[in-house]
């Protein structure tokens, strides 16, 4: 697996986050060990407690300003943290969508009561948040959504209703892209408004994705209400601000998926060493073909990271990344299925994935949120390649 | 060449597809699956309609369908799910096999339950140890004179656990060297002392059911056996070929209703003011996945003529299934694309198309043993 050398001005902080893991990644925390993700609700429970942890360790927000409790340290800090957290181990955050999403969002485009209300809290782990975005009707064509929201006095009243919303069981509040002006359409006319979920016009229905979870929702709002000024960014701007939170450079979880994918490649060999497959040709080049693809993103992650460090604008490479490990990790879960045979096939009772088995069927969501694939290309061809734009909206 | 079908045959299939849509349309089929249901109006209906004795001879009780015909029908089925094509070529198989081979008591009791579909077959042949090695099962079968008694264990016995079964076991009653010698096939009735049925919990194929069977001390009686003694590999090889081919046709039909349900969604769905379908990347997916459709049903209908021909088609039986199996993998992984954020709940049929395809290159002889039979018909062995 990967090693890397940070330079000798973060060797006291990298020893410092491994003292720390090392001593806190104990008990329950350590036998949840690669536990979760982004769109993976297992354990729970654990990961929030784990995220306290981290929280009382003063580990979160570790890039964010220090008047709402961030550490305000540099972005090489970061990636080192997060390069380190990877390496033990430790549980996928459960509180990753307000870390990773939100806080930079209100960081960059909230009102000043907004970070002072919101920022404390989120890192305190005290308030879990939702991304309401995706609605029936709007998925990848997000300017097509239709939820509305209406001043009444000084609060808003929401009506519609949205999709898919990760973990919007568990969420205190959801940041919810909604159409302000009626009379507008498409990206015009949009705010972001941040609603809170404990009031009757909310209500979340849980959905059950293929990975056999319920981490999947759809929120109905029934004049639900917010205060006037929970919006994030101008009114009318919602469009800007979403725009926002989605090119947001994660640059300092690039190592942390990395290292994911490695971790995987390794149990990937190590399967196929187990079940003899390393003899069979097909077998042979298409684990050759995962490994040179796992050595790829390295090379186009550590590139990325090395420019942002630098503080460059990322190149191409960075608008192709995700195009390019969602579609090979897809086809990594199905090796992995092949070699395994038909034992790859059995599951615990009440439906109980392995990892492997939650790792294939999870991989089927990643070429779709975030940018489905055929977006992505067309961000590549037009963006990248400078092609012709993809026809505009008949 | 003719790739017409006969009056016939289309009415066969038009049967076929109106069955499926009273019966067991993909949403029943999925119902059936998350419940782990095998309704009895399904293998009722297809008995009825004479299914279980059509590849049999007139004289024997049977129609003389043809392997295109029996393609046919699983085609269909398919559509519904491939579980729901294997309800079907899962008792025909076994049941063709021990009609050829077995002796007189066995044939009435193949005309007279199985063709009836008042009873099933099940085949054991994995074990735990021995997947794609088959032959180099150990459940042993020590011959006691009248009867044989049975130790060991099985896998993956598919719709072994359902009432009215008699599984089709494979056994070891000779050496374990040479190894493709010294095996057997019995008749077994799971409800013999000694035997134990366990359900293996799985991701998909929920209907037919797949299980572990334990034998200790299982007495078998010696009318039992199916065929000569230690000679069951050839008894098995027999009908592989027609197990490949009619398999294939269960992918087919899967396959192609996945396309139909992702074509039919492209065209209802709208994004950027349009319906998706009209994005030429996901035109043109869809229009090569066509394709590949198209190739794998020529394949298996060639498969198929050459068996109706009495000509050997080892290599193109296995093309068929290889190309068939992939097709459909290819189908369903589409299919979630297509469907997007609507495919990944598992209210939707695609979830469960997806979940049912992931095994397709597994069961049935994987991808790779059917490439192993392709290069060997090309005169290379691999290692
Ligand atoms: C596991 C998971 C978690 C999610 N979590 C959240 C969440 O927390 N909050 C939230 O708001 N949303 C969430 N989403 C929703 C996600 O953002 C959408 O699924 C995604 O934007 C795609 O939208 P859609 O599902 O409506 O598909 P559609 O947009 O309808 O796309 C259907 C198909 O059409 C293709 N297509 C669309 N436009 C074009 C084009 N211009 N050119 C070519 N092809 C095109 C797509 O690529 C896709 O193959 C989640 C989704 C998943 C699967
Ligand atoms: C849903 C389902 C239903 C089934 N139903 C039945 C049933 O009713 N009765 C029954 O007897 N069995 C049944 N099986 C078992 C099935 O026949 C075996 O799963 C299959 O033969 C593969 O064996 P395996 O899973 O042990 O894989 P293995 O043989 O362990 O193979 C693992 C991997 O190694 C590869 N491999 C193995 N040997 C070679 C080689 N020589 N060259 C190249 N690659 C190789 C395989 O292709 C595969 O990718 C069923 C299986 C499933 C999943």
């Known amino acids: 697996m990967m090693e890397l050398q940070f330079g000798a001005e973060v060797e006291d902080f990298r020893d410092e986050v491994r003292t720390w893991l090392a001593e806190h990644l104990v008990g329950e925390f350590a036998e949840h060990r690669g536990v979760g993700g982004p769109t993976d609700g297992e354990a729970w429970e654990v990961r929030l407690a784990w995220d306290r942890e981290l929280s009382a360790g003063g580990w979160l927000g570790l890039g964010w300003p220090r008047e709402y409790g961030g550490r305000g340290l540099g972005l090489l800090e970061e990636i080192v943290f997060e390069y380190e957290y990877a390496r033990s181990g430790a549980p996928y955050r459960a509180t990753g ?31 879990l948040w939702g991304q309401g975005f995706s609605e029936p009707g709007a998925g990848s064509d997000l300017a097509s959504v239709r939820t509305r929201a209406e001043l009444d006095g000084d609060e808003w009243v929401l009506n519609g ?72 960014g101008d009114v009318g701007q919602g469009w800007r601000t979403a725009m926002g939170t989605l090119g947001i450079e994660r640059g300092a979880t690039l190592l942390p998926a990395q290292l994911a994918y490695e971790r ?33 993103m390295r090379t186009t992650n550590l590139r990325t990271v090395a420019e942002l460090l630098q503080g460059r604008t990322p190149g191409a490479q960075a608008t192709t990344a995700k195009l390019y490990a969602s579609t090979n990790h897809q086809r990594m879960g199905h090796l992995a299925m092949q070699i395994e045979g038909a034992a790859g096939q059995i599951v615990a009772d009440g439906y109980g994935l392995d990892v492997r088995q939650r790792s294939l069927l999870i991989s089927l969501a990643e070429t779709i949120y975030g940018g489905a694939s055929e977006v992505q290309r067309n961000i590549i061809g037009e963006k990248v390649l400078g092609l012709p734009r993809d026809p505009k909206p008949l | 060449m003719d790739f017409a079908l006969t009056d016939e045959q289309e009415m066969l299939r038009a049967t076929a597809r109106q069955f499926v849509a009273d019966v067991c349309p993909p949403e029943r089929a999925k119902e059936w699956d ?3 249901a095998v ?42 799910s491939f579980d729901i094509a294997m309800c079907y070529i899962g008792v025909l198989i076994p049941g063709l096999t021990t009609f050829r081979w077995g002796s007189e008591a066995q044939r009435v009791f193949i005309r007279e339950q199985v063709m009836t579909g008042r009873h099933r077959l099940a085949v054991a042949m994995s074990e735990p140890d021995t997947g794609s090695d088959a032959a180099a099962l150990r459940t042993q079968a020590e011959d006691r004179g009248d009867h044989y008694l049975v130790n060991g264990q099985k896998a993956w016995c598919t719709g072994g656990g359902l009432p009215d079964t008699t599984i089709a076991t494979y056994v070891r009653t000779g050496p374990r060297e040479p190894k493709h010698g010294g095996i057997s096939l019995l008749l077994v009735d799971p409800k ?143 299919g979630m694309q297509v469907c997007a954020g609507q495919g990944f709940s598992t209210e939707s049929v695609m979830s469960f198309r997806y979940r049912e395809s992931i095994v397709a290159t597994i069961s049935g002889g994987t991808s790779q043993i059917q490439r192993n039979g392709i290069a060997r018909s090309m005169g290379l062995r691999t290692y």
């Open chain 1, 97 to 127: 969508n307000a870390l990773d999403l939100l806080g930079p969002m209100l960081i960059a485009m909230g009102s000043e009561e907004q970070k002072q209300r919101f920022i404390p809290r989120i890192l305190a782990v005290e308030e």
């Open chain 1, 161 to 232: 209703q949205k999709v898919w919303t990760t973990f919007g069981m568990q969420a205190d509040w959801l940041y919810v892209l909604c159409r302000t002006d009626p009379d507008s359409t498409r990206h015009k006319g949009l705010s972001m408004l941040l609603v809170p979920t404990d009031q009757p016009g909310v209500e979340i229905r849980p959905i059950r994705s293929l990975a056999g979870q319920d981490e999947f929702t759809e929120v109905f709002f029934t004049d639900a209400r917010t205060r006037a000024d929970l919006v994030v």
């Open chain 1, 264 to 296: 995987e490649m390794d149990a990937l060999l190590e399967l196929a060493r187990e079940r003899g497959a390393l003899t069979d040709p097909m077998h042979r080049r298409s684990l050759l073909d995962a490994w040179m693809s796992v050595r790829i």
């Open chain 2, 34 to 36: 998350e419940q782990h």
């Open chain 2, 39 to 80: 309704p009895r109006e399904l293998f009722e209906g297809m008995a009825e309609l004479g299914w279980f004795s059509l590849p049999f001879a007139e004289e024997d009780g049977g129609d003389g369908g043809s392997p295109l015909e029996l393609i046919l029908i699983a085609e269909e089925l398919g559509r519904a």
């Open chain 2, 192 to 334: 013999t002392e000694g035997i134990e049925i366990r359900r293996t919990p799985t991701l998909a194929r929920h209907i037919l059911g797949t299980n572990e069977v334990f034998f200790k001390d299982v007495v078998v009686p010696k009318e039992n056996l199916v065929g000569p003694q230690d000679e069951a590999w050839k008894v098995m090889l027999s009908n592989l070929e027609l197990e490949k081919v009619i398999i294939t046709g269960g992918y087919l039909g899967a396959a192609q209703a996945t396309l139909d349900e992702m074509l039919k969604y492209s065209q209802d769905r709208q994004a950027f003011g349009r319906p998706i379908g009209t994005f030429q990347s996901l035109a043109h997916a869809m229009a090569d996945l066509q394709t590949e459709i198209d190739s794998a049903r020529l394949l298996a209908y060639r498969a198929a003529w050459l068996l109706a021909q009495g000509k050997p088609c080892t290599r193109e039986g296995s093309m068929a299934k290889l190309k068939g199996s992939e097709t459909y993998v290819n189908a369903a992984r589409l």
